[in-house]
Nanobody
């Protein structure tokens, strides 16, 4: 299983970015149970859950991104997205996508089995 993130970069406060996570080696379908999520980790801080999505299209967000970030998943393209609007300097972190073998709608990292390497987001 491979998860490859892209779309990170440097933006000014108030700006937007769209992150992508392309997956291979694991196939989901609308009838299978699955879960995917975005986490982030800032230097010197613990990894924290940002947003998750399951096979029903249900989503869960951390309080600090509600109303600003949107998670979505394109099953035919095997790609997870995170649309980030109104970015703040405190959003600066490495953003990492994760996939669960089974159904999950969780922001806890122990619920996920596969992890990408991450894409850096810097907000100034």
């Amino acid at each position: 299983v491979q998860l490859v993130e892209s779309g990170g970069g440097s933006v000014q406060a108030g700006g937007s970015l769209r992150l992508s996570c392309a997956r291979s080696g694991i196939t989901y379908s609308p009838t299978s149970s699955y879960g995917m999520a975005w986490f982030r980790q800032a230097p010197g801080k613990e990894r924290e859950g940002v947003a998750s999505i399951n096979e029903h299209g249900s989503t869960s967000y951390a309080e600090f991104v509600k109303g600003r970030f949107t998670i979505s998943d394109d099953i035919p393209k095997n790609t997870l997205y995170l649309q980030m609007n109104n970015l703040k300097p405190e959003d600066t972190a490495m953003f990492i996508c994760a996939a669960a073998k089974h159904g999950a709608l969780s922001l806890d990292d122990y619920d996920y089995d596969y992890w990408g390497q991450g894409t850096q987001v810097t907000v100034s």
